[in-house]
């Protein structure tokens, strides 16, 4: 399939969508959940609701996940990047260059936990490896 005159692996992009979330459900529910719970400093009233209020925020980071794989996709294509280096090493320049340093400045100015935002940047960085790695494999 073409979008804006490039080939896109929908296919690709759809795994990598699966593949973000799932190792989200690792990272958050096994991996690091307690100590982002605990950074979040959230009450043990907001703790036990948490799980009873994430089907929208799921809904939105899985429509979030879709477009991140089919931007890096369009980018790759639009860079010729079909190395499996050039493209993880392009992937974490992106990954420093935006989500770490927007993430770090919304944390800063907003009073948030910083190691809350240290578990989130990881797991960005994670998925968004994860990410090229398909997408430059399928493509």
Not at 20 to 47: C, H, N, P, S
Not at 110 to 137: E, H, K, N, W
């Amino acid at each position: 399939m073409e979008i804006l005159g490039m080939p896109v692996h929908l296919g690709a992009v759809a795994l990598s969508t699966a593949v973000a979330f799932g190792i989200g459900v690792l990272w958050y529910m096994v991996l690091f959940g307690k100590q982002w719970r605990d950074a979040q400093r959230f009450t043990e009233t907001q703790k036990k609701e948490l799980g009873s209020s994430m089907q929208v925020p799921m809904i939105v980071s899985i429509i979030g996940y879709f477009i991140t794989a089919l931007v890096l996709s369009l980018l790759f294509s639009q860079l010729h990047i079909t190395d499996l280096s050039k493209a993880v090493s392009t992937t974490f320049l992106l990954w420093l260059g935006f989500p770490f340093v927007m993430g770090l400045t919304c944390t800063l100015y907003g009073g948030r936990s910083v190691p809350g935002f240290l578990i989130d940047a990881g797991y960005q960085l994670v998925y968004m490896v994860a990410m090229a790695v398909i997408l430059v494999t399928f493509n």
